[in-house]
C-alpha cells in the first residue's frame, strides 16, 4: 500500500455541491446590493475559509459586515429542499477503499456543524477516521489540516494522498509535503488544476476510483 491515509475534500470533490454553492454565495450578493460574483469567481472561493472567501469574493464589503453577508449565504444555501447527492459512485469507492485497509479523511472548507450534518444526510460518516474543517484551525492552504489529520492517524506524510477539486486543495497538499490528486469534475476547472502541484489529475469519480486501485 503506498499511500494508508487518503485525505477527500467535500464540496466538489464527494458532494456534487459546487453549483449550488455558487448561487447561493450570488444571491447573499445580490441581497446586500454588492455586485453578484461571476460564476467562475463564486467557484474560486470555494473550500477557503470564511475570511478569505468573502474578501475576494466582496473585496467592497467592510470586515465588520462580513456576518451579513455568511448569514446571507448559509440562508439561501439552507433553503434548498433536498440534502445535497454525492457524485455518482462515490459511496461504492469509499467502501472498497475502506476494504482494502486505507484510512480515510477529510479536509474541507466546511465548518464542523456544517460537515457533520452534510456526513449525516449522506450516511457516510462510518468511513472517514479523521476529518478536519475550517473553523477548527487554519483553512486551506495553509498546511494546518493536514499536520493535524497525519498526527490523529500516525501516518507519515510520504503515506499521506490529498484528493481535491481545486487548487487550494492541491496546494494545501504540497504545502503538507503530501502527494496530491485533482478532479476535473468540480469547483476549479482543469486549466487552473494543471497549473498547481500534482501527481495527477482525473476527470470523473470513476477515473478516480481505478487510478486509486493502482496506484494508491
Not at 83 to 91: M, N, S, T, Y
Not at 104 to 127: M, Q
Request: glycine share 8%.
Amino acid at each position: 500500500m503506498r499511500y494508508s491515509l487518503l485525505v477527500f475534500d467535500w464540496d466538489g470533490t464527494l458532494a456534487d455541491s459546487a453549483a449550488i454553492i455558487v448561487q447561493a454565495i450570488q444571491r447573499a450578493c445580490e441581497d446586500l446590493g454588492l455586485p453578484v460574483p461571476a460564476d467562475a469567481d463564486a467557484r474560486y472561493i470555494i473550500g477557503l475559509g470564511l475570511s478569505d472567501a468573502l474578501a475576494h469574493v466582496a473585496p467592497s464589503l467592510d470586515v465588520a459586515d462580513y456576518p451579513k453577508l455568511s448569514a446571507r449565504y448559509r440562508a439561501h444555501y439552507m433553503a434548498r429542499s433536498a440534502p445535497i447527492p454525492l457524485f455518482a459512485g462515490v459511496e461504492t469507492m469509499l467502501e472498497t477503499l475502506a476494504q482494502r485497509g486505507h484510512q480515510l479523511g477529510i479536509a474541507t472548507g466546511k465548518s464542523r456543524r456544517g460537515l457533520d450534518d452534510a456526513l449525516r444526510d449522506a450516511g457516510i460518516a462510518r468511513h472517514f477516521c479523521a476529518t478536519r474543517c475550517a473553523d477548527e484551525g487554519f483553512p486551506k492552504p495553509h498546511p494546518d489540516m493536514i499536520e493535524r489529520l497525519l498526527e490523529a492517524t500516525a501516518t507519515r506524510p510520504e503515506a499521506a494522498l490529498m484528493i481535491g477539486d481545486t487548487t487550494h486543495d492541491l496546494e494545501l497538499a504540497a504545502n503538507a509535503g503530501i502527494a496530491g490528486v485533482g478532479v476535473t469534475y468540480g469547483a476549479h476547472p482543469h486549466d487552473d488544476l494543471k497549473e498547481a502541484p500534482h501527481r495527477v489529475l482525473v476527470h470523473s469519480v470513476a477515473e478516480l476510483a481505478e487510478w486509486l486501485r493502482g496506484n494508491a
